[in-house]
């Protein structure tokens, strides 16, 4: 399903910023550098989505890449999952056990290591607004109401 939502929101008046794939080189050295701060590895449903798509920003929604990337066209910079995930636990530190992959408006997107489940949590009080099992279907309920 992600690969048609994609393909929908690629034509130019569109306006979505869809990243390269990412290497095997960029997502082992996220991993790595994840690794060496202390967090969470990346989840393999997050990873798969890197391999086609590293990042994606469109109408208010970001998922991270692996490396910062700017827009020529906007000069808008998408974050990186590594600086990103450092920031959230630093400030965060009792939800060290989430992988922060994205956020919208008032929401933030992560997977939550114990439960293995893809998770929207609320911006401000991090309570669980809606969960899923696999990233795809985290990617569809976030996208598709907005197109």
Do not use: C
Not at 91 to 114: M, Q
């Amino acid at each position: 399903m992600i690969k048609e939502l994609i393909d929908r929101l690629s034509a130019p008046e569109e306006g979505a910023m869809i990243v390269r794939e990412a290497s095997s080189k960029d997502l082992a050295q996220a991993q790595k550098d994840m690794a060496e701060i202390g967090l969470k590895p990346i989840p393999q449903g997050y990873i798969d989505f890197l391999r086609e798509y590293n990042g994606f920003a469109w109408n208010g929604i970001e998922f991270f890449s692996t490396d910062q990337v700017t827009d020529p066209e906007t000069d808008y910079t998408l974050m990186d999952i590594v600086t990103e995930n450092e920031d959230f636990v630093r400030y965060n530190e009792d939800l060290s056990d989430l992988v922060y992959i994205g956020r919208a408006d008032d929401d933030l997107y992560v997977y939550d290591t114990k439960s293995q489940k893809y998770q929207v949590l609320d911006f401000t009080g991090h309570d669980v607004m809606d969960e899923f099992d696999s990233f795809d279907a985290l990617f569809t309920a976030v996208v598709e109401p907005r197109i």
